[in-house]
């Protein structure tokens, strides 16, 4: 009696072929392969993303530094040069960190590819500190910059390097957070530059940067007092000489409690997907 068809061995030639190379399928690379992309969108222009800033942040050096050095007094015997530095380094780590994350949203946006990081299994969660983390990375990027070509002009005894730190990667934490709100915000690149032109350039160039507050009459004194990008930078400058304007305690509290705020903004606007899922 003949077999039947049905059990015929089967040819190699009618099998599925084995991939060639076989992906592992492991939780969490969403967020590596997106942190991936989002530090090699930044770094592949870093003469744009890196250098520009530093050499802007020298040039203001350079120009407040000759107008104003001797004859402005602050923090007693510290000279005014080595007073604006870590105003500038802070100064460049917010406003870049703020533009890699809202760049990154309004040009995936603009071109089309957002919904490449919609459609995999990407958690809000994932999305979130993967920008948030590539916005840490290139602020302190050109914060370092602005800081070591600085050192070339003025010597400074850093007093606290642990505030330092905690203050850079905090702040650009915030402004990475509130780069990526803003990025989910805007639609065109105008609104983009309206969130930054109107909000953000004003808001660091009112938290002292340029001046201590309590240069100011006491109005402004305490307008100066509700704005977190002065928290930050007193904060920063704190660790270099070992005083401030403001306790660093004070100015740590500030700081997190406005990082804690805008994440829970920025999480909620991704879990529901405002603006990004239609």
């Known amino acids: ?29 969403g967020f590596r392969t997106l942190f991936y992309k989002e530090m090699l969108r930044f770094w592949k222009v870093g003469f744009q993303t890196v250098t520009a800033p530093v050499i802007t942040a020298l040039l203001y050096l350079l120009i407040f530094a000759h107008v104003l050095e001797g004859r402005v007094t602050v923090y007693g015997d ?6 604006l530095v870590p105003g500038l380094v802070m100064m460049s780590l917010l406003q870049n960190a703020f533009s890699n994350a809202s760049s ?22 994932q999305m979130f500190w993967a920008y948030v983390l590539a916005s840490v990375v290139r602020g302190l990027a050109v914060g370092l910059g602005v800081f070591l070509v600085t050192l070339f002009f003025v010597r400074i005894n850093i ?18 957070t509130l780069g990526l709100i803003a990025g989910i915000w805007a639609e065109k690149f105008d609104q983009l530059a309206a969130f ?4 953000i350039m004003p808001a660091t160039f009112l938290s002292g940067v340029f001046y201590s507050i309590h240069s100011l009459p006491t109005f402004w004194q305490q307008v100066s007092h509700w704005n977190p990008f002065f928290y930050m930078i007193d ?32 999480l909620r606007l991704l879990a529901t997907g405002y603006k990004l899922r239609h």
């Open 1 to 29: 009696m003949a077999q039947s068809s049905s059990s015929a061995p089967v040819r190699a030639a009618d099998a599925a072929p084995a991939p060639m190379i076989a992906v592992p399928n492991t939780g969490g690379s």
């Open 235 to 266: 904060g920063f400058r704190y660790g270099f000489f070992g005083t401030a304007d403001v306790s660093p305690w004070h100015s740590l509290a500030v700081v997190l409690g406005s990082f804690l705020l805008l994440a829970t903004i920025a």
């Open 196 to 199: 930054q032109n109107f909000l």
């Open 78 to 83: 510290i000279g005014y040069t080595a007073f």
């Open 104 to 125: 990154s949203l309004i040009q995936s946006r603009i071109t089309g590819n957002l919904v490449f990081m919609l459609l995999p299994p990407i958690t809000h969660w």
């Open 159 to 176: 007093q606290a390097p642990v505030w330092i730190i905690v203050f850079a990667i905090m702040g650009s934490a915030v402004l990475g």
